[in-house]
């Protein structure tokens, strides 16, 4: 689309406050991209709705996911920074796109397993065909390259899967983009349960540390992980708690697991948990300030979503009208 520059695309969702697993696995990595990439960075909401949300939550999460973006250092002037509901684009050819996936393959998808075992109450179609909304957020805007922690792999891997068939029916439609996983903090683990995800909607408080939280609250939830009845800061089989906090600790410090193992050889865990929230809670401690001044000038954040969105269905409008006119859909002629 951009003939100088290739492009990259990445979502979070507002479903509840951001976690260091959502900073450490995608957001904090974001910013990389700027110079040598165009950048969309965008607000899923549209995805936020497949479980059931709390309308002025949402509403507030949106606001408050989109001053993160910019204080984890996007600059809206070097980034399409925008909500996924401000551009029509995403939600129409996902329902296209819905008509190039197939049952069986959504069906493989574990997200939609791990997540319909999570909400029995509501296994809605919306939850089911998720990744084909997904795969339209990247192709509307021919993404080169869609950076995500580990767990979007399999949807990456069907995004590719629906580029290539419609590209194989209609000829060359869509660019086929590649996921970027960061090599060590792809999947950041629960506090409670070190062999689960970290996610932002776990109603567990202490198995999770947001951004947001304070450090007094980041020191408490880290003193509390769940850890094994060793006491040696090494690792090894069954110590899946200790590798967590040793991943989180590498990516704040930026020391290697044999450099963190010499460092608290003959310390106890106390010390290390200890360490470990020390040095998270210093690190989001500058984030947290400048998503306050953020947070508080609302309508400076409207004009970057207004922006935003209209950068952004400028450029999905290019994709939609090709693909509408090669499925036989008629372009309207405006009289
Ligand atoms: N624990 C994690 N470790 C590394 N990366 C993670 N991501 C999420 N959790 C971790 C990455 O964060 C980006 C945004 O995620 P999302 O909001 O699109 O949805 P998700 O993957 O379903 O994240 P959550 O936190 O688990 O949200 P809920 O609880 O609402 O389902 C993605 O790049 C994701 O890989």
């Known amino acids: 689309m951009y003939k100088d520059k290739k492009v990259v695309f990445s979502g979070v969702q507002p479903s509840g406050v951001l976690t260091i697993g959502n900073y450490l696995g995608a957001i904090r990595n974001f910013s990389e991209f700027s110079e040598n990439y165009h950048c969309y960075y965008c607000v899923v909401d549209e995805h936020a709705i497949t479980v059931r949300q709390v309308p002025a939550d949402l509403r507030k999460r949106t606001y408050e996911t989109l001053a993160l973006y910019i204080a984890c ?36 998808m574990t997200q ?81 349960e070190p062999t689960k995800k970290m996610s932002k909607s776990d109603e567990n408080e202490n198995a999770v540390v947001r951004i947001l939280d304070p450090k007094d609250a980041i020191i408490r939830k880290f003193k509390r992980a769940v850890t094994d009845s060793g006491c040696e800061i090494k690792r090894g089989e069954g110590k899946d708690g200790i590798m967590n906090l040793m991943s989180i600790y590498s990516a704040f410090t930026g020391k290697t697991e044999d450099e963190i193992e010499a460092e608290f050889e003959g310390k106890g865990y106390g010390d290390f948990k200890l360490a470990v929230g020390e040095t998270c809670a210093d690190a989001l401690a500058p984030v947290q300030a400048e998503f306050a001044r953020l947070a508080a000038d609302k309508a400076y954040l409207e004009d970057v979503m207004a922006k935003g969105a209209e950068a952004a269905a400028r450029d999905a409008a290019r994709t939609m009208s090709k693909v509408r006119r090669k499925l036989g859909f008629i372009e309207l002629k405006r009289r």
């Open 73 to 108: 250092g996007l600059d809206p002037e070097k980034n399409t920074l925008f909500v996924q509901s401000h551009v029509s684009g995403h939600a129409e050819l996902g329902w296209i796109l819905d008509c190039y996936t197939m049952f069986g393959e959504l069906s493989r």
């Open 112 to 192: 939609f397993k791990d997540k319909s075992a999570k909400n029995a109450d509501n296994i809605n179609a919306g939850l089911f065909t998720y990744p084909s909304l997904m795969a339209a957020d990247i192709l509307l805007y021919q993404t080169e390259l869609v950076p995500v922690g580990v767990d979007q792999k399999q949807h990456l891997e069907l995004t590719r899967d629906i580029a290539t068939r419609f590209n194989q029916i209609y000829g060359d439609t869509f660019v086929v983009p590649e996921p970027f996983i960061p090599k060590t903090t792809a999947k950041i683990m629960s506090l409670a």
